[in-house]
């Protein structure tokens, strides 16, 4: 049985979960070091479906690096329960950074378990310093922003 899910904000790219026994802690639930990997896969899949890829970053020599990360832990979750979570970009500056924003709910329940935002710079891959955007990252991104 699911609910309809309210989000944050409009028009979220949304990923389904099902937590399984790898993310389960000696609590008996969802670990929060599981949480940010759902974040860090939820920003993958989005920044796949926008067509910037890990073998586009190669090509050019850039990545987003994470900058900075903020979770609130609001709830936790169980083996076997299914999650939505959501993700939107709610900044690019055209030059260095981007950020996004996460919301992970149980699909059962509605209930909101996780509030995240990361911020990111964009780096060479090849020498980790800061680099400016490319073009295709202004576009890919840029074509995405939801206004928080």
């Given at each position: ?76 979750c169980f083996l076997g329960e299914k999650l939505a979570m959501a993700t939107w970009i709610v900044e690019c500056d055209g030059r260095l950074t981007l950020t996004r924003r996460f919301q992970l709910q149980r699909l059962a329940d509605g209930v909101t378990l996780l509030r995240a ?32």
């Amino acid at each position: 049985m699911s609910c309809q899910l309210e989000w944050d904000l409009p028009d979220p790219f949304i990923t389904e979960i099902e937590v399984d026994e790898e993310a389960i802690d000696h609590y008996g639930h969802a670990n929060n070091a599981q949480y940010l990997r759902w974040v860090e896969q939820a920003s993958w899949a989005h920044s796949n479906d926008l067509g910037l890829t890990l073998e586009h970053y190669r090509e050019l020599d850039r990545a987003m690096a994470v900058h900075r990360h903020e979770l609130d832990y609001l709830a936790p979750c169980f083996l076997g329960e299914k999650l939505a979570m959501a993700t939107w970009i709610v900044e690019c500056d055209g030059r260095l950074t981007l950020t996004r924003r996460f919301q992970l709910q149980r699909l059962a329940d509605g209930v909101t378990l996780l509030r995240a935002c990361t911020r990111y710079a964009c780096i060479a891959l090849s020498s980790g310093r800061p680099k400016r955007l490319p073009a295709s990252f202004i576009r890919g991104y840029g074509r995405a922003i939801v206004s928080s």
